[in-house]
């Protein structure tokens, strides 16, 4: 039986396409990135061009949907804090706050 490879995900950066690979990887779905080397040509030929897309087989579909369901609602899900030192707020993603550089829990002295 053959299986066909299905797009999945179109990602914003290589990173962002990887990840998912990992967390479908994590699962048991086998997957596979098309235009990873094509991230360094941006400027030069067309952006909607050299995107990277994520590809399942067929019959992993639905499970790859529900992961990636998972993924969106994790990043919009995540919430902004407050730098305890100088007050600034800071996306979820930061370790460290853009304005002072103080560590996400460290306190204020």
């Known amino acids: 039986m053959d299986f066909k490879w299905v797009k999945v995900f179109d ?3 290589g990173v962002e396409a990887n990840i998912i690979k990992g967390r479908l990887q994590h699962a048991g779905i086998e997957s596979r990135l098309t235009g990873e080397a094509l991230q ?3 400027g030069e030929i067309p952006f ?3 995107g990277v897309a994520v590809w399942v087989y067929d019959i992993k579909l ?6 990636l369901l998972e993924y ?3 990043k919009t899900s995540a919430q902004k804090w407050q730098c305890h030192h100088c007050q600034q707020w ?3 993603s930061f370790d460290l706050c853009w304005s002072c550089m103080k560590e996400k829990h460290e306190q204020a002295q």
Not at 62 to 67: D, E, K, P, Y
Request: proline share 5%.
């Open 72 to 74: 969106r609602q994790s």
């Open 48 to 50: 909607i061009e050299a």
């Open 62 to 67: 639905s499970a790859a949907q529900q992961i």
């Open 90 to 92: 800071n996306p979820a």
């Open 40 to 42: 360094g040509a941006l």
């Open 11 to 13: 990602a914003e950066h």
